[in-house]
């Protein structure tokens, strides 16, 4: 059984995702704890800036599910309500439709955009380093990238590329109508701040100032994108010069606090200050929007804005759900196939051990044979035997994906008197 548990933008709101991200990066041994839950064969751990999700292949065990639920309840510090109303669970096709989803950026904050793909990647090379996965996710991961592949070249979902970052620079060019002439201070270097300065260099920004704690990776960013670089500790001059701010570190504290915004107002001479927070933690203190001329939004102030880009999408989303569900279709054929194999694999234990108890009676006379007629007679009777095995086996591969495949073993195991 594959089961999906966990909470997202659509579910749970900053807050919540705040403290269950946290939660889970500090376990010492996350991996380790989950397959310790009885019942759970394989799992994988999810977490971005949008989602927490445990992806996991269970056995028959009643309680796994909830299990799995008050796991990341306790990791978040949910309470029993947040619980409740913000954690979802799926099983078998609804969870593996939901991966596919996921996986092909049908199910993100922003409709289209490539981020996911690599972070699920990146969840699955840590599952694989500490052996948290086995058959059933190695074949389901693989199936879910062929998915966002497919996805990804068949439609136009990924045309003209957006993201958190995207829509957050699209924000401030409909705050100040356009970005040419304005000081954009963006705060971190990652992946998500360069996606940051692509677009604004994109929408006619041309006065950017980068942030982070390695003035190196810093450096690098704003020489690449004409910009100039500064450490963490100039960031009140920073703040200061500045018309928008954009942050995305993976701080796990405020980089800007209440009081930084204060002191920079007061020598901006209280010229407006736009504030776009696009991390998970957050990085901006959400108490500097109480502050006068300050304007801060977060991730989820993006909603708006994501939405208007969703509807350009939709026509070519249609075409992307319809493979998943092709894929879908696939992977859980493969999984009831996968039901019949140890059936199969007693069937063949069978037939080769009354072959061998067969050839040991003919022993006397076959010790006679010259040794290349002996060759000619092994081989002669591997190939009978696996042109009768041919037809049993196919069928049962066949009728297992398309029937009960529970069904079609238990008649195959009393048809060949396996379990005598």
Not at 48 to 53: F, H, K
Not at 129 to 155: D, P, S, W, Y
Not at 261 to 287: E, G, Q, T, Y
Request: proline share 2%; hydrophobic share 45%.
């Amino acid at each position: 059984m594959i089961l999906l548990v966990g909470l997202n933008h659509k579910t749970a709101p900053l807050a919540v995702r705040e403290r269950l991200f946290a939660g889970c990066r500090e376990a010492v041994n996350l991996l380790g704890d989950l397959r310790a839950i009885d019942g759970v064969l394989e799992i994988l751990h999810i977490a971005t800036c949008n989602r927490v999700e445990l992806v996991a292949s269970v056995d028959e065990t009643p309680r796994v599910m909830d299990a799995l639920k008050s796991f990341l309840a306790k990791y978040g510090g949910l309470t029993h309500d947040e619980a409740a109303s913000c954690l979802y669970a799926y099983r078998d096709e609804e969870a593996i439709k939901h991966l596919f989803r996921v996986t092909s950026s049908l199910d993100s904050l922003v409709m289209g955009e490539a981020q996911i793909l690599g972070q699920v990647k990146e969840a699955y090379r840590q599952a694989l380093a500490q052996n948290a996965t086995g058959i059933a996710l190695n074949r389901l991961m693989h199936r879910a990238f062929r998915t966002a592949k497919r996805v990804r070249t068949e439609t136009g979902i990924a045309a003209n590329p957006v993201s958190v970052s995207f829509a957050a620079v699209e924000l401030a060019k409909k705050i100040f109508g356009t970005l040419a002439g304005k000081k954009t201070l963006i705060i971190g270097a990652g992946e998500m701040a360069e996606l940051t300065c692509m677009h604004l260099i994109g929408n006619g920004a041309e006065d950017i100032t980068v942030a982070n704690r390695s003035a190196a990776q810093a450096e690098t960013l704003a020489e690449k994108y004409h910009g100039r670089a500064i450490g963490l500790d100039a960031l009140d001059e920073g703040l200061m010069d500045a018309d928008i701010v954009i942050s995305s570190t993976g701080a796990p504290t405020y980089v800007v606090t209440q009081e930084m915004v204060r002191r920079c107002l007061r020598k901006r001479k209280n010229r407006l200050l736009f504030l776009i927070d696009i991390a998970v933690p957050r990085d901006i203190d959400p108490k500097a929007d109480g502050i006068e001329n300050v304007y801060l939004y977060n991730i989820d102030n993006l909603q708006d804005l994501v939405d208007e880009n969703i509807k350009n999408r939709r026509r070519e989303a249609l075409k992307a759900e319809q493979i998943v569900a092709e894929e879908v279709t696939q992977y859980l054929n493969w999984l009831k196939e996968l039901e019949a194999v140890p059936t199969i694999v007693s069937l063949r234990t069978k037939v080769e051990s009354i072959v061998r108890m067969e050839m040991s009676k003919a022993e006397s006379w076959m010790s006679k044979l010259e040794k290349g007629d002996r060759e000619k007679v092994d081989a002669l009777v591997k190939g009978i035997v696996n042109k009768l095995l041919h037809a049993p086996v196919a069928v049962m591969k066949e009728e297992s994906a398309e029937f009960n495949s529970q069904d079609i073993v238990a008649a195959a195991r009393q048809l060949f008197r396996l379990d005598d």
